[in-house]
């Protein structure tokens, strides 16, 4: 970094009229897919930031934050996760969180950009650490909707890492009913799908709410966790479905007993006593989505949340 | 607001190498009383905004989940708080909280800036809400330590909305152990004392690990509160410190009920499902608040907090 | 000004790519009139900021740059101005240039915003200093071109003082050939029309080439001034009109002799030293121009200025 | 570049005031030199960017500005350069317009950072095009002040392309009477030195006065050029001396026809209408300037410029 100033700036517009500056040290990568944008690049307070089109996915030293919570929650609320399916997931931190745990005998990714993987390998290999190699593992290079399709294999656990469904983004237009009824085909019995369901803030939690509602149409059992993202200056929200397993269901002590029977020490950010306080949404924001599923008539108009 | 494009940035620096950027519409007021420079902006996000000495207080929009997880956690911890003393709380939202409680019969609020209040009962009344009117409360204008030191009133709840302790602060230095002893002395028996006790982010803990290790020289029993607060763009921490009441001990229920008949419907953050959530601390924050307490010889070498 | 640090902005958007930031201190004053948004805001380096809508117009310390810039030149290549016309000019500061010369005997001027010219006279008095008092002054409150329209009295100089010509301008639409044929049939024999005629950077020069194109349609002699702004942190172009009059044919020495006699001592930017140097652009500035004139064909495809 | 937004973006502080924010998109390269921080990065306005210690230097598309404005007034001055020697001027450029004339028969460049000279070479061949290999130029890497102390050899044009003198410049505490006395020793009869002498703006001209007052000690003749450079969103200086030669007694005309003869019609900054418009300062700038000589003891108490 300059010994004299920060020159370097990493500007994470948040719609028009909020943004969140991060001082950046160097670029280590910058290439166009034939997706998207990937840049990486040092900061000063994150370590490498992975940014797609623009926007902040996750950074090197709060990484476990998000994965943790997008991966840990799901697998713990289940009795036994052999089988696993990742969608997405490019940087290789879901694979590593998923197989984390003894019980698990198989994760096949499927993800659509085979260079970002490639990048990320490269140059973010404190991300996967190793797990693209772990023989457990099988990455398929693909369009998620079109594998799920053409696949008859079926999960404990499947874990959506997509990118928010913004116009010009490759996840753009997957989350729909269609697309959820085929995750339940996909699911062993008792198993749970797992997805990050973006922002809850408190300017915006519109994104949010479509995909919840979107997927009440389909799963019986939603839970929502809400947890702060250092790296994005804002909470980020993951949502479990099932058709028969609840992760409220299951107590503290059960979730550290399975912890530290399937893991062991080395989770950083989740553990029993995180379990059931990040399914704790404060009320207003508990109200805001009860008023938006309840009266879709009364919604407040809005410019649509795929133009930012 | 301009029709044509946003002009006016409210940059709110965190260290040298982190800032969060407001749009601002207008200016309310702007002042530099006695004791510190006093901004009221009016943003696009958050409504009017408190800054004080460049430092964000509080938004008109998102201060109720600031001011009810200050006040309110501690006041359903007391199975019957009467007697209310807050230091600082310029703004009276504070006030507001406290008075709440039907069970209350008088809140002693002690401010040393007679301006501030003064500008936040013009300027931003929607925060105190009458609650300066309200016959249970008193103002006094001094300053807070002098006022503990002089007076043998004692209180079931005292509630600490003071600034962060800043070289140039008007609560720089108040922090210490005889200052916590005196606040003992002015606690009648089961009372609880709730102090902010400053952001807990992932770079940054210092000031808060200073703040707990003094509190834990005086106090038997510490409850850290973790809320994220929208306009700060961060997480803030609360203590809640006393000899004989743990808030962990009460139960969901319990707080709801106490919430019910004391005060009713109207909280929007705080209920009982939260109450319990936000004194769950993420494992890294407690492993690193435990590290710190345990080891000051390995107390990781830091430009001190007190030079920003 | 904050004594802990400098927290409140305004950003100069200059397109998508380019911004500068000044610091404030303070807001002046703030208010929508009829026709524009109204800034007025103290800087740490400029003084008071007045901003239109988003844009920068001038600045208390630097101001005299701008208009100097816009009126002298102009007056001082006459023999002998004794009518002047201003369109626009709500601060007051070319007015105040117009009435220095002791040859002057009447100034109109006339501006739209009522609100506009009260709230610089009350705020800005700097920039009139009295000159609204002047007995030689008088002041119109209507539509340039209305006015323009309905007048039969001439002039020895008409000065263009109104904005960039931006969709929700107040001027925009008012730059055309009939607008630029109403001037010349109020300009007395020998007389010269000035007007700014936006910026000419590096990037872009498209709206003064729009600009130079319709004037050069009317107006055999062209003159552009090409001056820097500190303020805007990129250079400002005037353009003088005329039929008889060349600004290049007057020597240094007769510019200094006609100040020193008209007006004395007070101008701080002006003189007969600068009076050819303003008037040298760049050779590829000249070139651009050129190639803009005689090639509409080949005219960059560029998206409208009209949109920023 | 991002098809979504600008996230990286270079913000070029200029004190503690104001900022010059570019959007960048993408980094060309990045490397700490023995004696440097260097970045090179893409932008959307001026194409790649050297950024040196945090300081812009210069652009790909508006260095012809910049090099024309510091080598070709003062060789035009001088009747028959034969011999240039160009201290630092590590990118190559000035190396370039050095080499255009004609006359030239041999130059010597003299930079201390080797590292530099390889990566302009590298990443900014637009630069110095070719002029490396040149058989007229000779590339010496060692201390400039070193060199000249330790060489006999004599030039008709000096040309300084040093950094600003910062604390931690390479060039720091070289501007000095002993450093200019060594300078006229190696300048042949009648020979130019020409150095950039710093920004003067409005706000501040302070490192340029004290550049200037030392100079004046050394050489009876100098003329300051004062020209806007877009990428620098400010003016920038460059002040020739000379013990003979006066660069205003040459006319427009005999400058034309001496590039017409020497180099052709490759310029695009400078030419004979350029070259006296550029030495003629504002009025304002004359004035302080004055002052700043004539009044040592009256000049304002102000922070070291070495200060930043």
Request: glycine residues 6%.
């Amino acid at each position: 970094m300059s010994k004299v100033r920060n020159w370097w700036w990493f500007i994470d517009r948040i719609g028009d009229y909020e943004a969140h500056m991060h001082a950046i040290t160097r670029t280590v990568h910058h290439e166009n897919t034939e997706f998207q944008e990937v840049g990486i690049v040092d900061s000063a307070t994150y370590g490498k930031i992975l940014v797609l089109d623009g926007d902040m996915q996750s950074s090197q030293k709060d990484e476990f934050i998000y994965h943790e919570s997008l991966v840990q929650p799901a697998m713990m609320s289940h009795p036994n996760p052999e089988k696993v399916l990742i969608l997405g997931g490019g940087e290789g931190a879901t694979l590593r969180e998923a197989l984390r745990s003894k019980t698990v005998k198989k994760v096949v990714m499927v993800d659509i950009d085979k260079r970002l993987v490639e990048i990320c390998k490269e140059f973010l290999p404190e991300y996967s650490c190793g797990a693209f190699e772990d023989p457990r593992a099988e990455l398929v290079i693909t369009d998620a909707l079109h594998w799920l399709e053409n696949s008859n294999e079926k999960f404990d656990v499947i874990i959506g890492d997509l990118t928010d469904p913004w116009p010009q983004a490759p996840s753009h237009g997957i989350y729909s009913v269609p697309f959820f009824k085929l995750i339940t085909d996909r699911l062993n019995e008792g198993g749970l799908f797992v997805t990050q369901s973006s922002r809850i803030t408190f300017a915006d939690m519109h994104l949010h709410n479509i995909l919840f509602e979107t997927m009440s149409k389909v799963f019986p059992i939603l839970r929502t966790e809400l947890v702060y993202i250092p790296g994005y200056d804002m909470p980020w929200s993951y949502t479990i479905a099932s058709y028969t397993t609840d992760p409220l269901k299951i107590s503290k002590e059960e979730i550290d007993s399975r912890i530290a029977e399937r893991i062991g020490d080395c989770l950083k950010f989740y553990d029993g006593e995180m379990h059931h306080s990040i399914f704790a949404l404060p009320k207003y924001i508990r109200e805001k989505r009860k008023q938006f599923l309840e009266s879709p008539d009364k919604r407040e108009e809005k410019e649509s949340v795929f133009i930012i």
